[in-house]
Nanobody, 122 residues
Framework: QVQLVESGGGLLQAGGSLRLSCAASGLTFSTYAMGWFRQAPGKEREFVARISTTGLTTYYADSVKGRFTISRDNAKKMVSLQMNGLKPEDTAIYYC???????????????WGQGTQVTVSS
């Protein structure tokens, strides 16, 4: 019964900003690292950002570093992605995911949301 539900997607022009949100339920939210991924048409899914269980550590893909900011609110069981300076190449379906650091030091994502569409026009 774990659910991750993204919201906040939309269509906007290059240079604009958008804030995505992901509401979690059915899991002990504060024990999971949270990540954002995206998949553009005809391309593979790619990692965008990750935030630790406490929110003290974040990690970003080079393509979005300096433009996107991930944050979380454990009390509300939500994770957000603030996207600034959007580019057409940011167009994709954005997914949030819940994961944990495995013994091999690799993050494993167990739960995924349904995705929300972000379209950036030039």
């Amino acid at each position: 019964q774990v659910q991750l539900v993204e919201s906040g997607g939309g269509l906007l022009q290059a240079g604009g900003s958008l804030r995505l949100s992901c509401a979690a339920s059915g899991l002990t939210f504060s024990t999971y690292a949270m990540g954002w991924f995206r998949q553009a048409p005809g391309k593979e899914r790619e990692f965008v950002a990750r935030i630790s269980t406490t929110g003290l550590t974040t990690y970003y893909a080079d393509s979005v570093k300096g433009r996107f900011t991930i944050s979380r609110d454990n009390a509300k069981k939500m994770v957000s992605l603030q996207m600034n300076g959007l580019k057409p190449e940011d167009t994709a379906i954005y997914y949030c995911a819940a994961g944990r650091l495995a013994a091999n030091s690799k993050y494993e994502y167990y739960y995924w949301g349904q995705g929300t569409q972000v379209t950036v026009s030039s």
